[in-house]
Nanobody, 131 residues
Framework: VQLQASGGGLVETGGSLRLSCSASGLTSGLTFSRYGMGWFRRAPGKEREFVASISWINDITYYADSVRGRFTISRDNAKNTVYLQMNSLSPEDTAVYYC?????????????????????WGQGTLVTVSS
């Protein structure tokens, strides 16, 4: 499974961006809907951290406290794509954002393990928020 993240860029404080992550190479019988998906980020000089996740079943979502109410994760299984809508961006959101996923993975598990257990990762997309 290959994940391709896109949508990053430079935005001013208070602005918005929408990240996309498209999956390819899925095997028949294990469709995108069977994958839990998450977004993670790594800011300069910091460890990778969990941002948001969406379960493979019932579309249950979890968010980091720092983004709850500002970011929204969603998925379109017909397009094999997961999104991260980011509003009210601040310089503290500047980071490389990665999407990741795993079959039959819950949103809660991704939050608990910061994605350590996820087998598939995208290449990352840089988000820079200017002050």
């Amino acid at each position: 499974v290959q994940l391709q993240a896109s949508g990053g860029g430079l935005v001013e404080t208070g602005g918005s961006l929408r990240l996309s992550c498209s999956a390819s190479g899925l095997t028949s019988g294990l469709t995108f809907s069977r994958y839990g998906m998450g977004w993670f980020r790594r800011a300069p000089g910091k460890e990778r951290e969990f941002v948001a996740s969406i379960s493979w079943i019932n579309d249950i979502t979890y968010y980091a406290d720092s983004v709850r109410g500002r970011f929204t994760i969603s998925r379109d299984n017909a397009k094999n794509t997961v999104y991260l809508q980011m509003n009210s961006l601040s310089p503290e959101d500047t980071a490389v954002y990665y999407c990741a996923g795993g079959a039959f993975t819950t949103a809660q598990a991704m939050r608990a393990n910061a994605g350590d257990q996820l087998p598939y990762w995208g290449q990352g997309t840089l988000v820079t928020v200017s002050s």
